[in-house]
Each structure stands twice: as structure tokens, then as C-alpha cells.
DNA sequence: AAAAAAAATGCACAAACACGCAAAAAAACG
DNA sequence: CGTTTTTTTGCGTGTTTGTGCATTTTTTTT
């Protein structure tokens, strides 16, 4: 294995894990404990990551806006990115929902996959857009400045033509009985029409809003084919959608 | 076996496997090791490879560029930016092309204005996404990373809909004989129906870029009612533009 | 304070590299 | 067609780079 490729997987792993061990490095990676800390020792003058006694963090590239600071729920939502991004596959067709949680998933698609996303968040774009290999499709529409993210007919339309493998929903809101549920009507209309046009839906919902209802139905629970949670898939918060054949993970 | 044979090998390899080895390519190809690293040192002049040592990786397109690009005369578009701001008016709607001249106007729209900005540019609209009474449309399609608009004729199909009062234009080459040009294709074709759809058209201006044509048209001379630099109007310059009517601010 | 773990340092060695040169191959020319 | 010129290739030389190991120093843990 050339240095460069440890040196990309290093990273790699750093982005989804935050932090590497050299002692765990010199195992996957079958060279010597000294090999990664010569390796570790040149991203670090490169300024790509942090090194610490045992290893390396992740260098903070930016600091990150205000409003994702205050992010509720903020490492929930990074464990379900980090269950949500194995789903992942080179060439797929995908369609990501705006929210913060798929914002979360967005930061740690690894370089190599190769994909096509579809999506109507301002941020999601702007942070998929400093990936090397992910063609981004922007879908347009008006700007609603809250949720950054584009709403009204223009986004419905374009949808209805797309063809996409997989469908990535964030969600406020997920019942057994009411199914699918979103506070903004415009954005029911768009979710709704985004798990049309996909084949494999994809349910992204933090633990503590399983069971919750909104005020307008996005889609019954029968569309939706798996639910991504922050907590352990057996919980039996979950054996009623199993009954159901959900993949819970 | 020729020499451009092997290097078209060599390519083909790379983009499949993502990375060669020198002593891999001299085994399958049939020639030393030396001729290889001459392969591969060719095809690093030309920027198609990444070389290291033992072989070489996938050129990664480094998303720098639009930063570097942004930067440049950014006390020229500032000043522009502060002159073109007195053109925009409350209830105006407005069509911004993706230019970091625009990006800088954008950035100081003062709050009381109250109007409808179309834009493509990804960072246009994250930086009025911040402004508490603009509407923003932002018009989908393919994200250009380098530039970070959105390209294609999922762009160009919605602006023919739109009637817009003014029209800001930043552009890299404008010429008394040969009007408005663009090095890209795509980007021309946009521009082109940005400005059938406003009434009045501003182009925004470096100085030192009047006079300059680039390779694809966008409209005529003719079709421009306003041009925005960084110097003086009353330059000489600018004689021409004036007897054919045009605005110099 | 002692023990353990990790890091730095110096060294050895093999693999990969650069450079010059000459042979071979290809192209250009009369 | 043969000859000259240019390009491409392989080889010998010495140099650089990447890696692992032994030893010492530093940091962390107990």
C-alpha cells in the first residue's frame, strides 16, 4: 500500500470517527507502529488533523456557523449519519431530505463513493459540493430562510422526473398509525413526492421523536422501508414497525 | 507498443482502479520500469496524474479554485458592489448571475430592501439567506463545483419564466464590437436568458477586464443598459459605450 | 515513585528514483 | 532506397525515500 492511500484512509477514517489510535492504524493498515506516526506526523504539518499522545482528532477545518451550533439533538443526530452512511454505495442515484440530520450524513460520505444527490438544502449543497466525486443536483425553488432549504411547486415538479435508488428522510415526526408527518405543509408536498420518486426509503429519526404526530401526513408508514435511530434496533420502541417489516437499524 | 498507447493504458487503469504501481505497469506493459516513470512523470506535466512514489493516484480536483478566484480584485468588485447597491430599489424583482462581484453586492443589500432576488449562485444565497426581507429563488440544476452555481437546462428552462425589473450581470469579458462573452458555454447560454428575461440589464465590471472577449457570445452590445466599474465614469474608456447610449456608473 | 505506553532518535536496508549515456526504433529527408 | 535526424528505450550509476528495528526520551497511568 503507497503512503498517500493510508494517508486518505487515515483521514477517512478520521472524518467519520473523529479520532484514530496509531496502535489500531498500525493494525488495519499492516505497517508499523512507527509508519503511522511518521504518517500522522505529515497531515499534521499539512494542518489536516490534530495529533495527540496515541494518535489524532479531527482538525475542526472551520468553525462551524451558529445556527448548526445549536443544534438540537446534535450527537444523536451524528450517530444516526454515521449508521445512515453505510447504506452508501458507489453509483447510486440519492435523494436527501433537508435536514439537519442528513446535513450530519452529508460531512462523512467518504471520498471514494461515487454518486448523483439530489437535493433542496442550501447547506447539504454547500457542504457535498467540497466532495471530490459526488455529483450534486440542486433542486430549485423559493428560499424558505429558516429550514435553508427551497420550497413551492418549482421543487414538486422537478422531482416527479427523478428516478432515484435511494431516499434519505430526515423527520420530525414518525408513527406507527399516522405514519409519516411534518409541521410545514409545503414540505409534506416535497417529502411526499422525494419517497415517490425512490425506490428504498430511508427514515432518519431521533429516538425521542418515534412516536410523535404532526399536523400534515407526508405518507402512510407501509412506504417507508427502513428507520435509521440514534439508539440499539431492538429497543422495544421498535417492535411494532417490525411487525410491520421495517429494517430497523 | 507506442508511447501514447500506454499512456491512454495507463488512464484507463487509473480511473477503474484509482491507483498504479510502476512495477505492476512495467510488468503488464512490457517495458522497463524507467520508461514507466517516464510514463508517468509525462502525464504529471500535464496534470492528469497524481505521482507518487511507486506509482501514481487519480488526480483529485482540488476545490480551492473558486476561493483563489474570489479573491482577486476584491477591492475592484467591493467598489463596484458599493456603487451598483443604489440601483436596487424595494419591490424590484431582481436576476444576479453567479460572479464574485455580485457575491460582494450581495453581501451589503441594505435591510430595509424589500424585493425578490433570482440567483444559481450557491453562496449568493447563503449569504442573502441572511438578509431579513429578500425573497430568494434559487434556480436548480447541476452544481459546477469549481463555481459553485448550478449549470444545464434545468437552469435555463425556469428563467424563461421569469419577468425581472433589473438584471445584475457579472461578467469576465465585455467589447464594444463583440458585446458579451464567456468562457463558458453553458454559463453563456444562462446569462443569455437572464437577460431576455429582465428589463434592464447592469453588467458589473473590472476595469481592467473592459475590452476583453472571450470565447462563447452572450448577447450583443446592444442588449446591455448599464455597465458598473471600479473607476470613473467619465473615463476614456469608456467613449465608445457612452455614444451608443449606455450607462456608465 | 515506579511501571507502562507512546514518541523521538538514529541507523540499516531495500525499493524507487534521477541522471547520463548508448543502443534501438521511428521519423524525416534527399 | 539509404542516410540522417529525432525520439524512445534500457542500463549502469549514485541518490533519495519509505519502512522497520533498537535505543533513548517523554508522557501517561497506577
Redesign the interface.
Same mark, same amino acid.
Given at each position: 500500500m +503507497?503512503? *498517500? $492511500?493510508r494517508h486518505k484512509l487515515i483521514l477517512d477514517m478520521l472524518k467519520t470517527s473523529k479520532k484514530v489510535l496509531s496502535k489500531n492504524l498500525s493494525d488495519e493498515l499492516q505497517v508499523s507502529e512507527d509508519t503511522i506516526r511518521r504518517d500522522l506526523k505529515e497531515l499534521e504539518l499539512q494542518d489536516l488533523i490534530y495529533r495527540v499522545h496515541g494518535g489524532a482528532l479531527l482538525k475542526e477545518i472551520r468553525v462551524r456557523s451558529y445556527d448548526e451550533r445549536s443544534t438540537a439533538d446534535i450527537d444523536e443526530k451524528k450517530k444516526i449519519a454515521l449508521k445512515a452512511v453505510k447504506l452508501l454505495k458507489s453509483g447510486q442515484v440519492i435523494i436527501m431530505s433537508g435536514s439537519s440530520t442528513n446535513l450530519e450524513l452529508a460531512k462523512i460520505i467518504p =471520498? $471514494?463513493i461515487n454518486a448523483t444527490i439530489y437535493t433542496?438544502s442550501?447547506p447539504i449543497?454547500?457542504e +457535498? =459540493?467540497?466532495h !471530490?466525486a459526488i $455529483?450534486? #443536483?440542486? #433542486? %430549485? %425553488?423559493? +428560499?424558505n430562510?429558516e429550514a *435553508?432549504v427551497?420550497v413551492g411547486i418549482?421543487v414538486v415538479n !422537478?422531482i416527479y422526473n427523478i428516478s432515484a435508488d435511494i431516499c434519505f428522510m430526515g423527520t420530525d415526526g414518525i408513527d406507527i398509525s399516522r405514519g409519516l408527518t411534518e409541521p410545514n405543509w409545503e414540505v409534506s408536498r416535497i417529502k411526499n413526492s422525494m419517497i415517490r420518486a425512490s425506490n428504498y426509503v430511508v427514515v432518519m429519526c431521533v429516538s425521542s421523536r418515534v412516536n410523535s404526530v404532526k399536523r400534515h401526513s407526508v405518507v402512510p408508514i407501509t412506504e417507508i422501508d427502513a428507520i435509521v435511530s440514534d439508539i440499539n434496533p431492538d429497543h422495544s420502541m421498535f417492535s411494532d414497525f417490525k411487525a410491520l417489516d421495517l429494517t430497523i437499524i
Open positions: +503507497l503512503k *498517500q $492511500e =471520498s $471514494e433542496y442550501l449543497a454547500v +457535498l =459540493s467540497h !471530490p $455529483e450534486v #443536483i440542486f #433542486i %430549485g %425553488g423559493k +428560499l430562510k *435553508q427551497t418549482d !422537478p
